[in-house]
């Protein structure tokens, strides 16, 4: 039976999960954000899921909104079989009308025998040329999802994987920054400290640096706690 969702609040979801991954940082936090959102977004659903995956079909992030999700799709990475894996390698939605009657994955199919999932819609996400992983969700009954609902989610996933791919993109010039921004701060005290000593004390650069080396090791601190300890001795200055 088709469960359609009318587009605008199909539309409505997507915008609320742009708002929110425009906020995030972290890719993990991202795509538990979205499949909370699918899960929400499509009718009948008990549990969804994301998988992250790289050229290699190897698990980079994945998120479950439900234990039985989880417990699905960490079969499928054991397996190495399932119908999320072969939506990311195919590049195409795969539709599991029932679990006990499918034959694709015997031993995926076999390990479900257990779980309260009949029903299985997965989709790729896909940016540009590249494919990311896939989208997924489990439903408690057979023949819940048809194909009006793999087009529902193909249009969700479409607008998803280009908001991942933004975010997986933007962590590593992210921490890279971080880590510029650290060591600019720390050279900026050290020099600081390194200007007062040859100010107070008459140093040559070279010596202002041996005086505060030798702080270190007397005091047991680290350069950048005397550094910081020589600028709040200052008087009328702050760190």
């Not at 899960?39 to 050229?55: E, N, R, V, Y």
């Not at 194909?147 to 607008?159: I, K, M, N, V, Y």
């Not at 720390?186 to 107070?200: F, K």
Request: aromatic share 4%.
């Amino acid at each position: 039976m088709s469960k359609q969702l009318p587009l605008d609040e199909l539309s409505s979801v997507i915008a609320r999960v742009k708002g929110l991954l425009l906020t995030e940082e972290k890719v993990d936090r991202a795509v538990q954000l979205l499949a909370a959102a699918a899960k929400q977004a499509i009718p009948g659903t008990l549990g969804a899921g994301i998988s992250l995956l790289d050229t290699q079909g190897r698990r980079t992030s994945s998120a479950a909104t439900d234990k039985i999700v989880e417990r699905a799709d960490t079969a499928q990475y054991e397996l190495g079989q399932g119908p999320c894996l072969t939506a990311w390698a195919s590049e195409a939605t795969i539709l599991v009308e029932d679990v006990q009657t499918e034959t694709r994955w015997p031993e995926w199919c076999a390990a479900m025998k257990d779980l309260p999932i009949r029903s299985v819609l997965s989709t790729p996400l896909t940016a540009g040329k590249e494919s990311l992983g896939a989208l997924k969700i489990y439903a408690a009954q057979p023949g819940i999802y048809d194909g009006e609902t793999s087009r529902l989610l193909q249009l969700f996933a479409g607008p998803a994987a280009t908001l991942l791919a933004n975010v997986q993109s933007s962590e590593t010039p992210r921490r890279i920054s971080n880590s510029l921004e650290t060591a600019l701060y720390s050279r900026d005290t050290v020099a600081r400290a390194t200007g007062i000593l040859m100010e107070r004390h008459g140093l040559s650069s070279d010596d202002a640096m041996q005086e505060l080396l030798s702080r270190v090791r007397t005091d047991r601190t680290t350069l950048l706690e005397e550094c910081s300890r020589i600028i709040a001795a200052i008087p009328g200055r702050r760190g």
